[in-house]
Protein backbone atom coordinates (compact mmCIF):
# COMPACT_ATOMS: atom_id res chain seq x y z
CA UNK A 1 0.00 0.00 0.00
CA UNK A 2 1.06 3.47 -0.97
CA UNK A 3 0.70 6.36 0.94
CA UNK A 4 0.71 9.96 0.20
CA UNK A 5 1.38 12.55 3.27
CA UNK A 6 -0.60 15.50 2.21
CA UNK A 7 0.84 18.50 3.92
CA UNK A 8 -2.21 20.68 5.58
CA UNK A 9 -0.25 23.90 3.99
CA UNK A 10 -1.76 25.20 0.51
CA UNK A 11 1.09 24.24 -2.13
CA UNK A 12 1.04 27.36 -3.48
CA UNK A 13 1.26 30.24 -0.66
CA UNK A 14 1.79 28.05 2.62
CA UNK A 15 -1.71 29.68 4.01
CA UNK A 16 -3.72 26.50 5.80
CA UNK A 17 -5.27 25.25 2.88
CA UNK A 18 -8.72 25.01 2.89
CA UNK A 19 -11.53 24.26 0.50
CA UNK A 20 -12.23 27.96 0.23
CA UNK A 21 -8.91 29.27 0.49
CA UNK A 22 -8.09 27.13 -2.45
CA UNK A 23 -11.01 28.05 -4.66
CA UNK A 24 -11.31 31.81 -4.25
CA UNK A 25 -8.39 34.23 -2.01
CA UNK A 26 -5.22 32.03 -2.76
CA UNK A 27 -2.98 34.35 -4.38
CA UNK A 28 -3.03 32.10 -7.08
CA UNK A 29 -6.28 31.14 -7.86
CA UNK A 30 -7.44 35.31 -6.84
CA UNK A 31 -4.89 35.85 -9.98
CA UNK A 32 -6.97 33.05 -12.62
CA UNK A 33 -10.09 34.68 -11.55
CA UNK A 34 -9.49 38.43 -12.22
CA UNK A 35 -7.86 37.86 -15.49
CA UNK A 36 -10.63 34.85 -16.24
CA UNK A 37 -13.59 36.06 -19.20
CA UNK A 38 -15.96 36.32 -15.30
CA UNK A 39 -13.49 38.96 -14.03
CA UNK A 40 -14.55 37.85 -10.57
CA UNK A 41 -12.63 39.15 -7.89
CA UNK A 42 -12.16 36.48 -5.68
CA UNK A 43 -10.95 37.88 -2.72
CA UNK A 44 -13.62 39.82 -2.07
CA UNK A 45 -16.35 37.08 -1.82
CA UNK A 46 -18.93 37.42 1.51
CA UNK A 47 -19.50 33.84 2.19
CA UNK A 48 -17.16 31.28 3.96
CA UNK A 49 -18.54 27.90 2.46
CA UNK A 50 -18.31 26.70 -0.65
CA UNK A 51 -21.70 26.34 -1.91
CA UNK A 52 -22.35 29.66 -0.61
CA UNK A 53 -19.62 31.08 -2.66
CA UNK A 54 -21.12 29.39 -5.61
CA UNK A 55 -24.46 30.53 -5.44
CA UNK A 56 -23.12 34.03 -4.80
CA UNK A 57 -21.26 33.50 -8.39
CA UNK A 58 -23.98 32.69 -9.96
CA UNK A 59 -26.29 35.81 -8.58
CA UNK A 60 -23.30 37.84 -9.47
CA UNK A 61 -22.80 36.59 -13.48
CA UNK A 62 -26.91 36.68 -13.79
CA UNK A 63 -27.61 40.54 -12.59
CA UNK A 64 -23.91 41.12 -15.04
CA UNK A 65 -25.51 39.29 -18.35
CA UNK A 66 -27.61 36.60 -17.72
CA UNK A 67 -25.32 34.13 -20.01
CA UNK A 68 -25.13 30.75 -18.73
CA UNK A 69 -21.92 30.39 -20.89
CA UNK A 70 -20.27 32.42 -17.88
CA UNK A 71 -21.69 30.25 -15.73
CA UNK A 72 -19.99 27.12 -17.18
CA UNK A 73 -17.06 29.10 -17.53
CA UNK A 74 -16.89 29.13 -13.59
CA UNK A 75 -16.99 25.57 -13.00
CA UNK A 76 -14.39 25.39 -15.65
CA UNK A 77 -11.97 27.17 -13.73
CA UNK A 78 -13.08 25.40 -10.34
CA UNK A 79 -12.44 22.01 -12.07
CA UNK A 80 -9.45 23.41 -13.08
CA UNK A 81 -7.85 24.86 -10.01
CA UNK A 82 -8.72 21.31 -8.33
CA UNK A 83 -7.06 19.35 -11.19
CA UNK A 84 -3.82 21.75 -10.49
CA UNK A 85 -3.98 21.85 -6.92
CA UNK A 86 -3.98 17.77 -7.45
CA UNK A 87 -1.37 17.78 -9.62
CA UNK A 88 1.29 19.60 -7.21
CA UNK A 89 0.10 17.47 -4.20
CA UNK A 90 1.58 14.82 -5.94
CA UNK A 91 5.38 13.46 -4.17
CA UNK A 92 7.28 14.28 -7.45
CA UNK A 93 4.82 17.73 -8.85
CA UNK A 94 7.01 20.88 -9.14
CA UNK A 95 4.75 24.00 -8.19
CA UNK A 96 4.00 25.61 -11.11
CA UNK A 97 4.31 29.35 -9.31
CA UNK A 98 3.51 32.57 -10.47
CA UNK A 99 6.40 33.83 -10.47
CA UNK A 100 7.63 31.36 -12.21
CA UNK A 101 9.05 31.83 -15.81
CA UNK A 102 6.48 29.99 -17.13
CA UNK A 103 3.90 32.81 -16.53
CA UNK A 104 1.76 34.39 -19.33
CA UNK A 105 3.60 36.59 -21.51
CA UNK A 106 2.24 38.90 -23.82
CA UNK A 107 1.88 39.04 -27.18
CA UNK A 108 3.82 41.23 -29.35
CA UNK A 109 2.31 45.28 -29.67
CA UNK A 110 -0.95 45.60 -31.20
CA UNK A 111 -1.19 42.00 -31.52
CA UNK A 112 -3.51 39.01 -29.79
CA UNK A 113 -2.50 36.13 -27.95
CA UNK A 114 -4.87 33.02 -28.03
CA UNK A 115 -4.61 30.18 -24.51
CA UNK A 116 -6.76 27.18 -25.19
CA UNK A 117 -6.96 24.36 -22.47
CA UNK A 118 -9.07 20.89 -22.27
CA UNK A 119 -10.54 18.84 -19.30
CA UNK A 120 -12.26 16.07 -18.64
CA UNK A 121 -15.29 16.06 -16.05
CA UNK A 122 -15.35 12.22 -15.31
CA UNK A 123 -17.71 11.95 -13.03
CA UNK A 124 -20.33 13.46 -15.60
CA UNK A 125 -18.61 11.77 -18.22
CA UNK A 126 -18.11 14.94 -20.35
CA UNK A 127 -14.95 17.13 -21.39
CA UNK A 128 -14.50 20.74 -21.49
CA UNK A 129 -12.27 23.39 -23.88
CA UNK A 130 -12.28 26.96 -23.28
CA UNK A 131 -10.43 29.66 -25.45
CA UNK A 132 -9.40 32.74 -23.87
CA UNK A 133 -7.77 35.85 -26.02
CA UNK A 134 -6.13 38.57 -24.41
CA UNK A 135 -3.80 41.62 -26.06
CA UNK A 136 -0.67 42.55 -25.50
CA UNK A 137 -1.73 44.43 -22.09
CA UNK A 138 -3.36 41.00 -20.91
CA UNK A 139 -6.95 42.02 -21.20
CA UNK A 140 -9.08 39.29 -22.51
CA UNK A 141 -10.65 40.51 -25.83
CA UNK A 142 -12.86 37.31 -26.20
CA UNK A 143 -13.38 33.51 -25.23
CA UNK A 144 -15.29 30.83 -25.69
CA UNK A 145 -16.21 27.20 -23.83
CA UNK A 146 -17.78 24.35 -24.61
CA UNK A 147 -19.16 21.33 -23.52
CA UNK A 148 -18.41 17.79 -25.15
CA UNK A 149 -21.11 15.36 -23.85
CA UNK A 150 -18.59 12.34 -24.06
CA UNK A 151 -15.11 11.77 -22.21
CA UNK A 152 -12.57 11.55 -25.40
CA UNK A 153 -9.19 11.02 -26.16
CA UNK A 154 -6.95 13.28 -23.78
CA UNK A 155 -4.91 14.19 -27.41
CA UNK A 156 -8.42 14.70 -29.17
CA UNK A 157 -9.89 16.80 -27.22
CA UNK A 158 -6.34 18.92 -27.08
CA UNK A 159 -6.48 19.08 -30.73
CA UNK A 160 -10.47 20.37 -30.19
CA UNK A 161 -9.53 23.11 -27.93
CA UNK A 162 -6.96 24.11 -30.51
CA UNK A 163 -9.50 23.85 -33.30
CA UNK A 164 -11.72 25.80 -31.22
CA UNK A 165 -9.15 29.02 -30.96
CA UNK A 166 -8.44 29.01 -34.67
CA UNK A 167 -12.27 29.01 -34.95
CA UNK A 168 -12.97 31.82 -32.69
CA UNK A 169 -9.88 34.06 -34.37
CA UNK A 170 -11.25 33.10 -38.06
CA UNK A 171 -14.97 33.97 -36.95
CA UNK A 172 -13.91 37.24 -35.30
CA UNK A 173 -11.51 38.18 -37.47
CA UNK A 174 -8.23 38.28 -36.04
CA UNK A 175 -5.86 38.72 -37.98
CA UNK A 176 -2.87 39.06 -35.74
CA UNK A 177 -2.58 35.97 -33.42
ZN1 LIG B 1 -2.80 29.45 -1.11
Not at 7 to 35: D, I, M, N, Y
Not at 56 to 85: P, V
Amino acid sequence: MVVFLISPECKFCGHQETLQHLFFPCHRSAALWVHSPVRLRSTMLRNSKILDCWSEICDQLKLWNGDSNYIQMTAFILWHIWESRNLCVQPDAQVDNLSSPMLWRPPPSNGLKTNFDAAADTSNCRDATAVVVRDDHGRVVDWSCKIWPHILDPHLVESLACLQAVDLAKIRGFSSV
